[in-house]
């Protein structure tokens, strides 16, 4: 005889069974409808890419042709707006299940704006993103600086992804990248052959099978070739150069430089963003044999930047367009000039050492700042006719005090993910300024965790109008992570400059821009 207990509790099962039945169902529909919606057909992305006041350009990989089938952005309101993709299937990434590239530009935008957005390639659609345009002229700005992350091993990637994850938390519009994104631009050794698709779906983008951090889905990543982007594992320099820069080009969609070599477009670019103009370098070597700063790549497989090449000239055009449209202008390369670190030793095989013939024509233009990495560490230098280092008007005990109106700032940012260095023996022979190898030296500030392998580090820069003043004021601090998560700040300097057109916001008149 079943008691009415024991009839309580057998109805209760039933209950509890058909949820049961439910909830499993629920998780299978899910399942197959998650399955189906990002799949396995969107390989790569989306990420963004050249950002301007009125358009965004926007990347994905498919693991199949999209020929005579929906691919496109759909984004605004409710997605009810759309751009159809153009795709191309990138020869360099042949053997890989990810060599269709989808690409849309899209225009017509208004900057201000957070617009949704998400792709689709046939039956397949990515997850829902926000994204937002170029800040215009006079609107204040927020970016991070890095360089080096690399993906050399699961150690270097967790420190690459969350000097991602914390830009976005500071607040960054965009990435200013120095190179060295990757390990290897290709190699001949297909397991060693997945660092570009390792980077950008384990480090830069979330969504589907991607496990990074999910600042490319959300704000532009502007890269600058750095030697791992050229270097091949195996042959090294002079069996991957071709196909490297090729995966290089694909991965980026960089501003045309109007080169009229083919294999020079996109490896030097430049852009505005608020306030800022950008020049991008590739100066990994020159042809020029008392300039030649890298013994292992052959002349000609490179830009050149000495003084008369082509890269040179177009850069002073954008020095000189810089300086008198620009309230700040950045350079950004990969090889430092100034640097404690191996690489900086102008007897190293891979040296930024004769780059030093530049800083002249840098500050002739007022160039703001030099944005480098190639040496694992972070550091500041400065050069500039004011004593060098002279630069501090409150002291040393109070950082907020420290500014630095002119002199030119070198900052060496390497630590974004690769373990860090210390300085190489016998710095000061070619940091020292008198060249009598001792004090006073053209390092203003290295990291006291030089060495110590848990951290990484970005540059944190904010620009913003100072009312108060009329002038662009623009804070720059290192910020470092470590393996919790946590953060700290050092070297925490200002400048500030007048703008060379009207004033904003109110537009009074039109200043000379002074270093």
Avoid at 31 to 52: A, D, K, M
């Amino acid at each position: 005889m079943i008691k009415k207990k024991q009839i309580k509790l057998l109805n209760y099962l039933s209950v509890d069974l058909r949820r049961l039945r439910i909830t499993v169902s629920a998780v299978i529909w899910l399942g197959v409808t998650l399955l189906t919606s990002y799949g396995q057909s969107i390989v790569i992305g989306p990420y963004l890419q050249n950002v301007t006041t009125n358009a965004v350009t926007v990347i994905w990989w498919t693991d199949f042709s999209t020929a005579g089938k929906t691919t496109r952005v759909e984004y605004g309101a409710g997605l009810s707006s759309f751009c159809n993709a153009v795709q191309t299937e990138e020869s360099s990434f042949s053997a890989y299940s990810y060599r269709y590239k989808q690409q849309a530009v899209i225009t017509g935008l208004t900057t201000g704006m957070e617009y949704n957005y998400k792709v689709v390639s046939d039956n397949s659609s990515s997850s829902t993103n926000t994204f937002s345009i170029a800040s215009g002229r006079n609107e204040n700005i927020h970016f991070a600086v890095m360089g080096d992350g690399r993906n050399d091993s699961s150690d270097i990637i967790a420190r690459h992804k969350m000097v991602f994850t914390k830009a976005l938390v500071y607040g960054a519009d965009f990435i200013v990248y120095g190179g060295d994104m990757v390990r290897y631009g290709s190699s001949t050794t297909p397991s060693l052959d997945e660092d570009w698709k390792q980077y950008l779906t384990e480090i830069m983008c979330n969504g589907g099978s991607q496990t990074g951090s999910g600042i490319g889905n959300k704000i532009p990543v502007y890269m600058a070739v750095g030697n791992h982007e050229i270097y091949e594992s195996g042959p090294g320099y002079t069996g991957g150069l071709t196909t490297s820069m090729a995966r290089f080009k694909a991965v980026c969609d960089n501003p045309d430089n109007g080169s009229v070599t083919a294999d020079w477009k996109e490896r030097y670019y430049s852009f505005s963003y608020g306030p800022c103009y950008f020049i991008y370098l590739d100066a990994n070597n020159t042809s020029d044999n008392v300039l030649d700063n890298h013994d292992y790549l052959a002349d000609g497989t490179t830009p050149d930047w000495e003084p008369g090449s082509e890269q040179y000239i177009w850069m002073t055009n954008q020095l000189a367009y810089a300086q008198d449209n620009a309230a700040m202008t950045f350079v950004v390369l990969h090889p430092s000039p100034f640097s404690r670190g191996v690489h900086g030793d102008p007897s190293d095989t891979q040296r930024g050492y004769q780059l030093r013939t530049l800083d002249s024509v840098f500050r002739q233009y007022g160039v703001d700042g030099l944005m480098v990495s190639h040496d694992h560490m972070s550091e500041r230098c400065v050069t500039g006719a004011s004593g060098y280092q002279n630069e501090y008007t409150g002291g040393l005990t109070n950082a907020l005090t420290w500014r630095d109106e002119d002199n030119l700032n070198y900052f060496t940012v390497g630590n974004s993910g690769q373990a860090s260095r210390i300085a190489d023996v016998g710095w000061e022979n070619w940091m020292d300024i008198t060249d009598n190898n001792a004090a006073p030296y053209y390092t203003a500030y290295f990291y006291s965790w030089a060495g110590n392998d848990s951290y990484a580090s970005f540059l944190d820069v904010n620009v913003a109008w100072n009312s108060a003043n009329s002038k662009w004021h623009t804070t720059f601090k290192v910020v470092r992570t470590d393996a919790a998560g946590n953060t700290s700040t050092y070297d925490e300097f200002w400048i500030e400059r007048s703008d060379p057109l009207v004033i904003p916001p109110t537009g009074i008149g039109t200043m000379v821009r002074t270093r």
